[in-house]
């Protein structure tokens, strides 16, 4: 599986730009996805997932990490094989690389959200928030 970012770029505070992501792969649809963010020095940080649950997507589950909670929303599109990240009312502090990830396996609880755990990985865009 191949994950291609984009999307990323320079934003003034308060805009709201979407991050796109798409996969090559036939199964994408089974796959769990991640929009994780990366500032220099510090750790890839989760931003988003969307959880595969099995079956019909009406199992699957969202989660958003407390700093973009109300902000951010994540969706995927499976017949484009795309996962989005709608980012709103950005901050300076929201700048960062952004990176989508992709998991074949399924997970539960704090695995859903570690970086460690997903299989796959675009190739990150920047996005620099202006103030």
């Known amino acids: 599986v191949q994950l291609q970012a984009s999307g990323g770029g320079l934003v003034q505070a308060g805009g709201s730009p979407r991050l796109s992501c798409a996969a090559s792969g036939r199964t994408f649809s089974t796959y769990s996805m991640g929009w994780f963010r990366q500032t220099p020095g510090k750790e890839r940080a989760i931003v988003a997932a969307?959880?595969?649950?099995?079956?019909?997507?009406?199992?699957?589950?969202?989660y958003y990490a407390d700093f973009v909670t109300g902000r951010f929303t994540i969706s995927r599109d499976n017949a484009k094989n795309t996962v989005y990240l709608q980012m709103n009312k950005l901050k300076p502090e929201d700048t960062a690389v952004y990176y989508c990830a992709g998991m074949e396996k399924y997970c539960s609880g704090a695995g859903c959200y570690d970086s460690k755990e997903y299989d796959y990985w675009g190739q990150g865009t920047l996005v620099t928030v202006s103030s």
């Open positions: 969307i959880i595969y649950r099995g079956g019909s997507w009406r199992g699957g589950t969202t």
